[in-house]
Every structure is written in structure tokens, then in C-alpha cells.
């Protein structure tokens, strides 16, 4: 079982849509869990993190977090263009480590 | 946000000679770095975290032979591909906790490094 799961895509949106992205977790112990984007060749840029049960708001995304359903999502809402990346969901486990899912690829399409 | 600069950005070379890349914090400095490796339509592995002054830990399966992480100040880190062979090729990325590490801290990644090795 990976630590970090996610679904690989691609997530296909309409422009001005939103796109919902899951990801699961193994470790209970894990304390706090990011949101990366990156394009193709670059390297990953965090858009959110959370820490806390519920749901974390900034600007277009909204993540959620359910740490008794070992469960992180992140919505992009009004979804741009520009927003055509690939989604890694990140978890710091219970040893102090980052660990990527595989990453969703997202397509937004005009 | 706080700033990690790689170098290079891009590096090829020829199979059997060895390859340093650089890891900085521009505005932080950075008691621990961590090295990635992504392979084409792979997410990001953890290779090893590097600690100030101390000896790196490397993850299962990570040859601390072939890839040599020193750490020499709280703002540089680097790893040298020592004997590059065609399957190092990938894109390394280093990221860097500001100050004292907690569960709470955000890495800062930097721009990475892809390395093709003939």
C-alpha cells in the first residue's frame, strides 16, 4: 500500500468549472498535509496546506481535510486555463516526512 | 515566500564522470535539506535529508556511495552523482525547512536539476 495515494487522471474541466481532487492517506500519525502544483518540467510550488480538520479557503481553492477518513481533497473552483497542472498531494508522516502522492493531472479545457 | 536556488539547472554528461549540484537558501538559512528524484510521469522521491553539520540519511534503497550530500553551512547543501551512469538521469530537487524543523514547517522547493547522462 503506497503512503500517499491519488487518483493520476487526467481530470478533464471545462474552464470556469470546479475540479475536485482526492487523495488518501496511510499513516494516522501523519500531522499536517500540502497541495503542490507543478507544470511539466518545473519543480512543485505549494498552493495550500492544512492542518486541521475541515475546510481550509484561499482564494480559489478550498482544501478539506478528514483525518478519521485518513482523507484530503482540494477544489479549485472557477477553474482557469492556467490552472492545467499536475496536483501533488503531499503528507508529513509521523517521521517528520514529506511524501508525494503520484499526482493528478489536471486539464482545463476552453 | 522564502527563495531556493539550484545549479545547475541543467547538466549533461558523459557516463562514468561525476556531477555536483548546488543547493542554496537565498533569504533562510536552512537547518535541514532534503534531495528528490522524479522520474518522467513519477512523482518526487524522497532520496535522502541532509542536516547541518552532520551525516546525511538516506532513504531505502539510495546508494550513499553513489550519491554523496554534504552540507557544509545552513544555506548550502549538494549532491554529487559520483560514476553517472543513463539511469541517474532524472530530475533532481532539492527543498530546505527554514529554521528548526517541526511538523508544522512548509519546504520550500527549489527550480531542480536535469541531469542526462549519455
Known amino acids: 500500500q503506497k503512503e500517499v495515494e491519488q487518483n493520476s487522471g487526467p481530470l478533464s474541466v471545462p474552464e470556469g468549472a470546479i475540479a475536485s481532487l482526492n487523495c488518501t492517506y496511510s499513516?494516522?500519525?501523519?500531522?499536517?498535509f500540502f497541495w503542490y502544483r507543478q507544470y511539466s518540467g518545473k519543480s512543485p510550488e505549494l498552493i495550500m496546506f492544512i492542518y486541521s480538520n475541515g475546510d481550509k479557503e484561499d482564494g480559489r481553492f478550498t482544501a478539506q481535510l478528514n483525518k478519521a477518513s485518513q482523507y484530503v481533497s482540494l477544489l479549485i473552483r472557477d477553474s482557469q486555463p492556467s490552472d492545467s497542472a499536475t496536483y501533488l498531494c503531499a503528507v508529513r508522516n509521523s517521521w517528520g516526512k514529506l511524501q508525494f502522492g503520484a499526482g493528478t493531472q489536471v486539464v482545463v479545457t476552453p | 515566500g522564502a527563495v531556493v536556488s539550484q545549479h545547475p539547472s541543467r547538466v549533461i554528461c558523459k557516463s562514468g564522470t561525476s556531477v555536483k549540484i548546488e543547493c542554496r537558501s537565498l533569504?533562510?538559512?536552512?537547518?535541514?535539506m532534503f534531495w528528490y528524484r522524479q522520474f518522467p510521469k513519477q512523482s518526487l522521491m524522497l532520496m535522502a535529508t541532509s542536516n547541518e553539520g552532520s551525516k546525511a540519511t538516506y532513504e531505502q534503497g539510495v546508494e550513499k556511495d553513489k550519491f554523496l550530500i554534504n552540507h557544509a553551512s545552513l544555506t548550502l547543501s549538494t549532491l554529487t552523482v559520483t560514476s553517472a551512469h543513463p539511469e541517474d538521469s532524472s530530475f533532481y530537487i532539492c527543498?530546505?525547512?527554514?529554521?528548526?524543523?517541526?511538523?508544522?514547517?512548509?519546504?520550500?522547493f527549489g527550480p531542480g536539476t536535469r541531469l542526462t547522462v549519455l
Open positions: 533569504d533562510f538559512q536552512a537547518t535541514t
Open positions: 499513516d494516522r500519525g501523519s500531522q499536517s
Open positions: 527543498s530546505a525547512l527554514p529554521g528548526t524543523s517541526s511538523s508544522y514547517n512548509e519546504q520550500f
